[in-house]
């Protein structure tokens, strides 16, 4: 299934790429990268997940300083129980939460070869699976959608290679039950969060 989700959305991207491409008044990159992810509420610390992300983004200039940015991404995010191997055995805990993203960002490209932005992105959620100590089923609470927010920046190595750094968090709690204990997350919420950092490289189809 997850074959098959990445076959069509791979050949969704390089059409997309096709024809944005040859208009002049847009840009067209090809985005892949990794997560470094963790799931805030879960009670386990670190970014220990690591997951691929990978996508296109269509961006327009605003004017000299400013551009839009429009991305499709698949993301695999999660959290994952770091076992110490000199210490007694413990239950493991292994969480995969993968989605189909569209975030919206505003660039600012005052700066020379470097590029910070932001903004909003809105997810799918395809893939979800829970695996408890070699048990494996579904998250039953999880949410089908998610609202998240986006900060980063890129340098450019060359006129078509960029490399990126960026930090997404979850806008609101990714699961549907109340949450009695949990651990401290941003702004003290209560719920359970997708955190992850993001490192990835592009590349500019534009002639």
Known sequence: MIKY?????????????????????????LLLGANFSQVD????GGYNKLGLNTGIQINRLINS???????I???????KKV???EAPPTPTLDLNYH???????????????IEPFGGLSFGVNVFNE?????IKSEEPELKNTEIG?????????NSRTNIELRHSYSLFSIRNDSVVANSPSLWGRVGWFNRLFTLGISYDLKN
């Not at 991404?73 to 959290?79: A, V």
């Not at 927010?149 to 190595?157: A, R």
């Open 5 to 29: 989700i990445l076959s069509k959305i791979f050949v969704f991207l390089l059409l997309i790429g096709n024809l944005t491409s040859s208009a002049q008044e847009f840009g067209a990159q």
């Open 41 to 44: 509420g879960d009670q386990f």
């Open 65 to 71: 300083d400013w551009e839009s940015a429009f991305e």
């Open 73 to 79: 991404r698949y993301s695999m995010k999660g959290s």
């Open 83 to 85: 076992i110490d191997p």
């Open 99 to 113: 989605y189909l993203e569209v975030p919206i960002l505003v660039k600012y490209l005052g700066w020379g070869k």
């Open 130 to 134: 829970r695996d408890d100590n070699g």
């Open 149 to 157: 927010f986006h900060l980063g920046g890129s340098y450019s190595v």
